[in-house]
Structure formats: structure tokens, C-alpha cells
């Protein structure tokens, strides 16, 4: 049987690839990043380190962190990793005491999630709960520790949430809501929590070609590309210079933003996950 193919950008092209950003633009910040070890977490942690932050990436999956951790040390990165339950309020709370105790972060980029392509006519009660759990509930529980620690250290923070484009994504309707109160959360705090210097802004990617796309049928994703009026897929390292930027000083005026970045796909065009349900075919 043939190999699936290898989408993405691997670690030798996320340890070269040019950047607009000056080296050491970064330096003196931390910043956590969920979901670090593949696809768009992978490529902000390898970004952020390249230019100078120090950098926490947290999953599920100890082994895969450790693999990446291992890599970005052999470029020369100040890099940890260190597996944690978003879905558990507890194991976040014990997480950024950990950190806070090692100096804490300046920066919180919210790229965990996970979803599978389904109808949601087929969409179970659990397989529902678990999509939610991770990308809305667990979204929110990292944001409140780590805005929690910011008040009670008298120090600013920023927060940057990957999101989903909500219009015209269609066959993962359990993400698209988990993501959209992602977005609305997001507003809500950014008025909340602005006067304790904290800023909160949302990257809604488009179609961005990463190996969870493995999951998908080539016959799908062969219509990414034009399922946007720039007529092609992005990367993985667009999202990561997207948010160099929003989570960075240089966005320091900038919060309760969504920042699309997805070739126009927000106002024009329409992808299905999963291809399209059969009466959307038939006469």
C-alpha cells in the first residue's frame, strides 16, 4: 500500500524559512503554545523561537512534544514541552502554576483543537461533547489561568486564538460552533479584561495544507485550492507570521480582532470537509 502523502511543512523548512520579523525581535518573552507539536502550533513555536522567545508548547502526547522539543533544540531554541489535558480544569490550573513558577509567560496562542470531517445528521452525542469540550472549553480554561496569573502578577499578557473561517466551512459543523463561541468569548474578554492590559485577538485560517489533512479524501482536498478567490492553499508558517504579529508588541493597540487569513475564503467560496451530501447533488 502506498505511503499517504506528507502535507505540511517539515522541521527543516519551519528552521530556514525567511522570515520578515528581525532576529531577537522576541527576545525576553515566553510564550505557550497549545497544540505545539504539528501543523499551525508547530510552525508559531518554531517562529517565536527563531526569534528569540522562549517557548512552551503543551498537547496531549508527551512523546510527540518530546520529538519536537528535540528538534528545535538542535537549532538552538530555548524550547519546553509538556503534556497537559486542556479539557481538565485541574491539570491547566497545576500547568501554569508550574509556569508561573519558572517565570510565566507573556504570550498565550490557543492552537489545540481537534475535529473529524462527519454530517451533522451522523454526529454523535460524545463525538459532539468532545469537539466542544476541547475547542471551546478548553480553550476557555487556558485563557482564564492565564489571565488569572497576569492580574495577580500585575503583568500584561496577550492572547492569540486559532479559529476557524465560520462561513462556507461546511461537514464539521461541531468545530464551527465550538470555534464561533471561540470568537465570541474572545470579544467578550477583550472588553473584560483590557483595563488589566490583557489583549485577546482570534487568526481564523483558511484552507492551510497541514498533515491532519491526511484524514481527509484526496478527491476533497484536491478542491481546496479553489474553494477561495486567491485560488490556492496556505501554510502552515502564514498562520505563525500572522500571529508574530497580532500576539506580538506590534499589535500592542490591537484587541477583540479576527484576523482572517485565508485567501478571501470569509467572503467568497465554500469547502466542505467531508465533500458535499449527496441531495446537494442530485436534481
Not at 88 to 95: G, P
Request: aromatic share 8%; hydrophobic share 45%; charged share 20%.
Amino acid at each position: 500500500m502506498a505511503e499517504p502523502p506528507l502535507f505540511g511543512e517539515d522541521d527543516a523548512t519551519l528552521a530556514t524559512r525567511t522570515t520578515i520579523y528581525a532576529p531577537g525581535s522576541f527576545a525576553g518573552r515566553a510564550a505557550l503554545v497549545s497544540g505545539g507539536a504539528g501543523g499551525i502550533g508547530r510552525a508559531i513555536g518554531w517562529l517565536l523561537g527563531r526569534l528569540g522567545a522562549r517557548v512552551v508548547l503543551s498537547g496531549r502526547d508527551q512523546a510527540k512534544l518530546d520529538s519536537t522539543v528535540a528538534v528545535m533544540r538542535e537549532a538552538g531554541l530555548d524550547v519546553s514541552g509538556h503534556a497537559v489535558d486542556i479539557r481538565e480544569v485541574e491539570a491547566v490550573d497545576a500547568f501554569f502554576t508550574r509556569l508561573e513558577a519558572e517565570g510565566g509567560i507573556d504570550i498565550l496562542v490557543n492552537s489545540a483543537g481537534g475535529q473529524f470531517p462527519q454530517a451533522a445528521l451522523d454526529i454523535s452525542p460524545r463525538g459532539w461533547n468532545a469537539v466542544v469540550n476541547t475547542n471551546l472549553n478548553g480553550t476557555f480554561f487556558m485563557m482564564q489561568r492565564a489571565a488569572r496569573g497576569w492580574r495577580d502578577g500585575k503583568r500584561p499578557g496577550s492572547i492569540v486564538n486559532i479559529v476557524v473561517v465560520t462561513r462556507g466551512l461546511h461537514g464539521v459543523a461541531h468545530t464551527v460552533a465550538a470555534r464561533a463561541g471561540v470568537i465570541g468569548l474572545s470579544q467578550a474578554l477583550a472588553v473584560e479584561w483590557a483595563p488589566l492590559g490583557i489583549r485577546i485577538n482570534c487568526i481564523a485560517p483558511g484552507a492551510i495544507e497541514t498533515t491532519g489533512w491526511r484524514v481527509y479524501k484526496p478527491e476533497q482536498i484536491a478542491t481546496y485550492a479553489r474553494n477561495n478567490p486567491m485560488m490556492r492553499v496556505g501554510t502552515a508558517w502564514e498562520i505563525a507570521e500572522a500571529c508574530a504579529w497580532l500576539g506580538g508588541p506590534a499589535a500592542g493597540y490591537v484587541t477583540g480582532e479576527i484576523l482572517h487569513v485565508a485567501g478571501g475564503a470569509q467572503i467568497w467560496g465554500d469547502t466542505w470537509t467531508g465533500g458535499r451530501p449527496a441531495w446537494f447533488e442530485e436534481p
